[in-house]
DNA sequence: GTCTATATCTGGATAGAC
DNA sequence: GTCTATCCAGATATAGAC
């Protein structure tokens, strides 16, 4: 109908098939890597004919290219709280309990991501360098403001995101790690992941001085069993 | 000659060889992960036949699993700071700078032993349940004590050693996030090291409530809630 | 639009000459 | 011990029936 749209418009059914195939294709490209996922895991993932996903995406990298888009944007979300007039207290607080809940909720998203990131990142360098890059100076420089008005202590602002990726992610890209030290199944159950997400929390916080005075609770001490 | 040896002794070719093939490996391990390398690859790095990689190490599993041991043997090194009697800022300042150090010193083995558990372990889950376990087990224990005693700040002793692992192993794992970040290429300059370094060591010293008396600008105990 | 059947290629592994 | 030549399983991708 319309001559603005240069691609032919989605019918239901194909945005249907795209959705249920991609995310058949993140579970499987996380458990396998990118090489190891084949079309025909995917395909019995979605529960689909394996030419179907060739229909519907062309190749297994165009495939793949399409499932890092969304998580990338998954991962552009969330810093909405860290503005100027913000408390940073509350601010950076949000921000962990937020990306430790994707951690949990979507670890196979992390791991997709993760994974393009150990092997150089050939699909999406170029959107790190754009969006992620202007994303990152953005909020750090609202981090390097509070620093200046003395509302937090001095931490390196860019570092401290990286910081708290890594912190965050650690528990979805290796959680095995995680599960072998602590003795127990992967996923984590609820209360280990709680525990982690106090923990993480806690120690950034802290870290950028802006721990409550004191008053540990207790029972979230202590050594495991 | 002796009795005692059970499988033939390793001649000083054999040796050479095999030395030769697990560097190659793990180079190619890291960058391609372990379903994206092919013996063709390891062969070409380590200039040798590919069928010399297979007459050493019989299956392409097996040179993995090689390759993975090595590296664990690196992983469990560096806590004998973590004791009783040292001095508990001493103490984990050496194990983050150590850490760092092999982050950036030895990038393709921490690769390795990520895509490893990025991907569920399969080979090394029983080590981690094993060794891994009893050290972090053993060297949370002396993070506890030294928190009984009110020698640093209440942490979560077993969460910490996660935390300063992801915080250090992020610079070598994720290096394509961090230079797309930053701007520069991979591997980090120097100085954009050294950064970081200072970055993870004050980070986590002050989590701790070990950090130095250097300058903090204004009360860190922040009065927040 | 969807699926069966198949062409083509890649890569792990080995046989056997040297 | 070392390397060349080769085998064969398994994977991507497509042709063509429905």
Known sequence: MTAVAALPPKGRIRQAQEAVILRAAERVFARRGFSGATVADIA?????????????????????????????????????????????????????????????????????????????????????????????????????????????????????????????QTYADFAPQVAAVLGCHTPLPAAEQRRASTHVERFVLRACGLSAPDSPPHDLQGPIR
Chains 1, 2 share one sequence.
């Open 44 to 168: 019995a993932e979605a529960a689909l004919p394996k030419s179907t996903v060739h229909y519907y995406f062309g190749t297994k990298e165009a495939l793949h290219r399409a499932v890092l888009d969304d998580i990338l944007a998954l991962w552009l979300e969330g810093t909405e709280a860290i503005r100027p007039e913000a408390e940073p207290h509350e601010a950076l607080a949000a921000y962990v309990r937020h990306k430790m809940q994707l951690s949990a909720e979507r670890p196979d998203a992390s791991r997709v991501f993760a994974n393009e990131l150990l092997h150089g990142a050939p699909q999406i360098d170029d959107a790190l360098r754009g969006g992620l890059r202007a994303l990152v100076h953005e909020k750090a420089a609202v981090v390097d403001a509070w620093i200046a008005a003395g509302r937090m202590a001095p931490v390196d602002s860019t570092h401290l995101f990286f910081t708290v990726w890594a912190m965050t």
